[in-house]
């Protein structure tokens, strides 16, 4: 798990534009999306909803929990582009209760477009 941890923390972490991302499925629009600064961009059950989600976030092991459960045929997590958690936008608002509960200061900056 640290390994993961570590190897998103490095990706979503340089300040080049790689953090930068298309809108999946419709690649005919061609829009960008970029987080904010400090942020990742999460989409939940393919795109039904965007979620701007402090960097914090990614240490709870819940978090972590939730991007294996995405993706679980890989033996290796790898993430290229954006990150599309399976579980439905409920469990990631409640996901998102407890991860402000532990993180309060950084519950301010989170953002649910």
């Given amino acids: 798990m640290k390994s993961i941890f570590n190897w998103l923390m490095k990706y979503l972490g340089r300040s080049h534009p790689q953090n930068s991302y298309k809108l999946l499925g419709k ?4 829009k960008t999306f970029r987080a904010q600064k400090g942020h990742v961009t999460i989409y939940v059950r393919n795109l039904e909803k965007r979620y701007e989600v402090p960097l914090k976030y990614l240490s709870l092991p ?15 997590i790898k993430i290229d582009g954006p990150i599309v958690l399976a579980c439905s936008t409920e469990v990631f608002d409640q996901f998102l209760g407890m991860a402000m509960a532990s993180c309060p200061r950084s519950a301010r900056m989170l953002v649910a477009l």
């Fill in 27 to 30: 690649a005919e629009e061609e």
């Fill in 62 to 76: 819940s978090f972590q929990e939730l991007i294996v459960q995405s993706q679980p045929d890989e033996l290796d």
